[in-house]
């Protein structure tokens, strides 16, 4: 009985190790596409430049979930990882597009830009969960 509660032990170390994996990945492209450096902003203290990174990272965290309930391999959860985090980049880059100084303006700790970008990064992100549900 033990050792049928432990099948699933093995599938969820390798699917919350990719999905660590695919997490740490994307925020590493993510803070080298952006022309601000978010870690540099983070540490110190700028509101703007955490709202954003976080509204990203849990944009993207969220279809990685759903990609990780619905998934029929290993590689099927990352090529939906990769197409999460291609649609996190397209949100920054729409929402730069509407606010051309949207870097500009989160290097000085306006938090109207922060809290535009984390919404709709989180936004972006719900929809693609949504999405993901095959």
């Not at 660590?20 to 430049?49: D, G, R």
């Not at 090529?79 to 303006?105: C, D, H, N």
Request: net charge neutral.
């Amino acid at each position: 009985m033990i050792l049928e509660s432990l099948q699933g032990l093995i599938p969820f170390g390798l699917y919350f190790g990719l999905g660590y994996l695919l997490i740490t990945a994307f925020a590493f492209i993510y803070t080298k596409v952006t022309p601000h450096c978010e870690w540099t902003l983070m540490k110190s203290n700028n509101s703007a430049a955490a709202v954003g990174f976080s509204g990203a990272l849990i944009g993207f965290v969220l279809p990685i979930s759903s990609a990780a309930i619905n998934a029929v391999s290993l590689l099927d959860f990352v090529i939906w990882g990769i197409v999460a985090g291609i649609i996190q980049l397209i949100a920054f880059f729409t929402v730069r597009f509407y606010m051309p100084e949207l870097s500009q303006k989160i290097e000085q700790n306006q938090m109207s830009a922060g809290a535009f970008l984390g919404t709709a990064s989180l936004a972006s992100g719900i929809l693609n969960a949504a999405c993901m549900t095959y």
